[in-house]
Structures are given as C-alpha cells and as structure tokens.
C-alpha cells in the first residue's frame, strides 16, 4: 500500500515475516532464495515477501550474495530465476551463479531428488556462494566496500 512507514520507523507497519527477514538478512552475509513456479513465474507469497522485505529495510545490502533457485513441474523456470534475480541486481548484491539456470524438476515433495543434474548444480551454486562470501569477506577486511554515492531517484512524469 505504500504507506511509507518504513521512511519513519524501523521495518514495515505490517509486524510479519518481512521484518524477521530483514533483520536475519542484515546480520547475514547472504540471501538464498527458493521459488516454486505459479503460471510462469514465483509464487505470489514469495514475490510479496520480498517486495516488502527489500521495500522496507534500509539498511546496506551491499556485497551480500544473492542466489536463487526456482522449482517447477514443467516450465517458466528461467522467468523465475530472472525475477528472482533481480532483487539482487538492483542492491548491489553480487550473484553466485552456477553451470545451468538454477532449477529443480518435480511436482510434488521429493521428487526434486531424481533430478540429479538439478541436485549436482544446487551443490555448484552453495559451494560458489560460500567461496564468493568468504572471499568477499576478506576483501572487505583488506580494501573495504567501494565508495558509496549518495542515490539519485529521479523520474520522468511532466
Ligand atoms: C497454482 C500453481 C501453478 C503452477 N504453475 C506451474 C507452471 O507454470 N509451470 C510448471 O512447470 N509448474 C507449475 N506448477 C507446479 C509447481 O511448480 C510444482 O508442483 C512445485 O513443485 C510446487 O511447489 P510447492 O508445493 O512448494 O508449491 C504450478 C502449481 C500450482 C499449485
């Protein structure tokens, strides 16, 4: 709705899972996200989860790493992880990324377990994440985070 509570106080008027969300993220040094796919895309739950999560935190998201995963019977998981994603690529997150689109095949619980390719690259993607924050890690203690600029937010309505 919009309201802008969070521009005043600390999190989202609505005191649910956004807000523990945010505060495990800050203390975090990563976000690992999985979708299962509703009609080409995330679940609606998910996609307000987020929205509102990353809508409401304030706080530097910079340099943690993103990963995102997205499950489905058939189709629309590439859409998935690119929506996914992008979460990540506008705060600055650096991506851990694997050797396929991450995705899993299976309709109903367990089945994910005979998509051995999917399972093979979901270890790819958890050892890179892990690499990628260590390494981030040392890099922040050796060279600290980039300048910050202060942000623009324009628009183009006369
Ligand atoms: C409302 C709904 C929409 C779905 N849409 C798709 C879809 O577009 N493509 C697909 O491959 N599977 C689709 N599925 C199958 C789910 O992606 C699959 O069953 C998934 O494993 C469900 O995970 P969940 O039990 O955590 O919801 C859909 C399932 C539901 C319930």
Redesign the pocket.
Known sequence: MACGYCYTHDGCVFKDDANELAEKLEKSDGLLIAA??????A?GSVISLLDRMFYSSHFDKRFKVGAAFA???????TATFDELNKYFTINQMPIASGRYWNNG?????E??SEDEEGLQNARIVARNMVFLMRSIALGKEKYGLPEKEEIKFTHFIK
């Open positions: 299962p796919v509703y009609y080409g895309s679940n499950v489905a019977r058939r189709a629309g998981t095949f299976g309709r109903e619980k089945q994910i």
